[in-house]
């Protein structure tokens, strides 16, 4: 008696293929959004729970002195990404001219914004 393994091809899954209406399908309706992502924080002021962690950042931004890595941790829904995406924004932002540097108060209006 011979035990093997018996192979069969993966049955389509939804959305390959053809496309399905109300789906990614271009259709006119409003796409739905997470509520953790509509109501993510999006500046330093907004983190809420984070001070120590904020006002750290904020000095090391205020004396030209960033680190080169930061290392967060913690259990889910902590606001890890968040933070991550706030310093990428903050570090990123050249301002609405364009001469900008690191900011704590990124500008919003920029195309790295």
Same mark, same amino acid.
């Given at each position: 008696?011979?035990?093997?393994?018996?192979?069969?091809?993966? +049955? /389509? !899954?939804?959305?390959?293929? !053809?496309?399905? @209406?109300?789906?990614?399908?271009?259709?006119? @309706?409003?796409?739905?959004?997470?509520? +953790?992502?509509?109501?993510? /924080?999006? &500046?330093?002021?907004?983190?809420?729970?984070? @001070?120590?962690?904020?006002?750290?950042?904020?000095? +090391?931004?205020?004396?030209?002195?960033?680190?080169?890595?930061?290392?967060? &941790?913690?259990?889910?829904?902590?606001?890890?990404?968040? &933070?991550?995406?706030?310093?990428?924004?903050?570090?990123?932002?050249?301002?609405?001219?364009?001469?900008?540097? /690191?900011?704590? @108060?990124?500008?919003?209006?920029?195309? /790295?914004?």
């Amino acid at each position: 008696m011979a035990f093997g393994w018996t192979w069969r091809a993966a +049955a /389509p !899954r939804l959305g390959q293929g !053809r496309p399905v @209406e109300g789906i990614m399908s271009g259709s006119s @309706e409003k796409s739905y959004q997470v509520l +953790a992502r509509k109501y993510r /924080p999006a &500046t330093f002021a907004d983190l809420i729970g984070q @001070e120590a962690m904020v006002r750290t950042l904020r000095n +090391a931004f205020a004396a030209d002195r960033i680190a080169h890595a930061f290392v967060m &941790t913690g259990v889910r829904g902590v606001g890890k990404t968040t &933070t991550a995406r706030i310093i990428a924004k903050g570090l990123n932002c050249v301002g609405p001219d364009g001469t900008g540097g /690191p900011t704590t @108060e990124p500008c919003g209006v920029c195309e /790295p914004c």
